[in-house]
């Protein structure tokens, strides 16, 4: 069946560096992207992950290790508007996009 | 208009009513998706459309109709609500296949 796990909440202090993991199983796969949304707001597109390796985009990061179905998103220098969930999703070979329930991320001062 | 807008903002219905959900983008993009959000689960898709024209079924499709006369414009239709989809309805549109989705700003619907 598919699946996508991500952790239900996480807790984090403002200047640190947080991971978010996101582990799948889904019948096929495309690519991997990580989206932010906010409390009351829509999500809004972070990374996009096709190939094994770690993509650096400013303070984020996203890794992606397809052998073993595993992604995180990598947050550095946590800022308090870094506060949001944070989805993980899997594109399937038919190009449709199965969603994690997301990782809601309380930042701390 | 800039990006995807959807209305209304939010809506309480009656069980039974029919509630059309109007999702319009301006950015041209050929693929819009509909997905509802329920706290605890990820985002279902519940259509989906290619291009104009064309309509295809998601994950959770039941009880819901779309319809793509044109680019712009891709509604959802609820024709006879019920109390379980009660939920936060988004619509996203895309340049294509393998390309970042954007969201509108989502529908809280409320079935008594």
């Known amino acids: 069946g598919q699946n996508i796990d991500q952790p239900t909440e996480m807790t984090a202090t403002e200047g640190a560096i947080v991971q978010i993991n996101c582990t799948y199983q889904?019948?096929?796969?495309?690519?991997l992207f990580w989206y932010q949304q906010h409390a009351g707001e829509a999500p809004t597109f972070l990374s996009y992950n096709v190939l094994d390796g770690l993509e650096e985009k400013g303070r984020f990061s996203s890794f992606l290790s397809r052998s073993k179905g595993y992604s995180y998103l990598l947050l550095k220098e946590l800022q308090m508007k870094d506060s949001a969930s944070y989805l993980c999703?899997?594109?399937?070979?038919?190009?449709?996009?199965?969603w994690g329930a997301g990782t809601k991320l309380i930042i701390k001062p | 208009i800039a990006g995807i807008t959807q209305a209304p903002t939010s809506q309480i219905l009656a069980a039974g009513r029919r509630m059309t959900l109007r999702c319009t983008q301006d950015m041209r993009h050929n693929a819009m998706y509909w997905y509802r959000q329920d706290l605890g689960l990820g985002l279902r898709l519940i259509h989906y459309s290619n291009t104009a024209g064309t309509t295809g079924k998601g994950e959770v499709p039941d009880g819901y109709s779309v319809s793509r006369a044109n680019t712009d414009d891709f509604p959802l239709t609820l024709a006879s609500a019920v109390p379980s989809q009660t939920s936060v309805y988004f619509c996203?549109?895309?340049?294509?296949?393998?390309?970042?989705?954007?969201f509108g700003p989502g529908t809280r619907l409320t079935v008594l």
């Open positions: 889904t019948s096929g796969f495309n690519g």
């Open positions: 996203a549109s895309s340049e294509g296949e393998a390309n970042e989705q954007f």
């Open positions: 999703a899997v594109e399937e070979s038919n190009y449709q996009l199965i």
